[in-house]
């Protein structure tokens, strides 16, 4: 099994300032099976980037994704309040099938 | 905005089953894969498992595999996730979620989650 572990814990910046995630696998990761969510409290996740760094549908462009084989990078520019929440990498591999999450970042906003 | 609908929330004994179930429109419902996953409080999501909706065809990691059992109903655009020999370690808020398999396109959308709370 793939383990994702996310750096840092918990990040508190400011309206307008850069956040950077980091998520770091145990093994190579192909970038097509890389994935990052927004989870809001009290809603299910919400799917922000796929392949590494494609946007999903209606997602701004304030997020941006890159990386690869083991470390992989979510950046938010120009935080909003509105980004508040938990976010969380995600890989597939195929052998043996299955897909695992990292333990997710906090993101709070000052 | 695409919806699943997912069963409302359970309290079960230990040593029970529950079984969730996630309704999809029917478009995406045959078009793609469900997936399950659940989260413990302050925890990531957990894979527990996938099912081809049009063949029935299901995969588990293995740490559930036995335990865990995926259905669907295509008649009415409905997935089932059951789970049996309950613990309290299966309290959790359980998803359903559509992707393609392998998920090139990430897992989306996500039901609003079913509250299992396992308690004597």
């Known amino acids: 099994e793939v383990l994702l572990t996310q750096s840092p814990g918990t990040l508190s910046l400011s309206p307008g300032e850069r956040a950077t995630l980091s998520c770091r696998a145990s093994q190579s990761v192909g970038s097509h099976f890389l994935a990052w969510y927004q989870q809001k409290p009290g809603q299910a996740p919400r799917l922000l980037i796929y392949?590494?760094?494609t946007r999903a549908t209606g997602i701004p462009d304030r997020f941006s994704g890159g990386g690869s084989g083991t470390d992989f990078i979510l950046t938010i520019s120009r935080l909003e309040a509105e980004d508040v929440g938990v976010y969380y990498c995600q890989q597939y591999r195929g052998s043996p099938p299955g897909i695992t999450f990292g333990q997710g970042t906090r993101l709070e906003i000052k | 905005q695409v919806h699943l609908e997912q069963s409302g929330a359970e309290v079960k004994r230990p040593g029970t089953s529950v079984k969730v179930s996630c309704k999809a429109p029917?478009?995406?419902?045959?078009?793609?894969?469900m997936y399950w996953m659940r989260q413990a409080p302050g925890q990531g999501p957990e894979w527990l498992g996938w099912i081809n909706p049009n063949t029935g065809t299901t995969g588990s990691p293995q740490k559930f595999q036995g335990r865990v059992t995926m259905t669907r109903n295509t008649s009415i655009s409905t997935g089932y996730m059951e789970l049996t020999r309950l613990t309290s370690a299966d309290s959790a808020m359980y998803y359903c979620a559509l992707g393609q398999l392998p998920p090139g396109r990430g897992v989306d959308p996500w039901g609003q989650g079913t509250l299992i709370t396992v308690s004597s």
């Open positions: 029917r478009p995406l419902f045959i078009g793609y894969y």
């Open positions: 392949g590494a760094s």
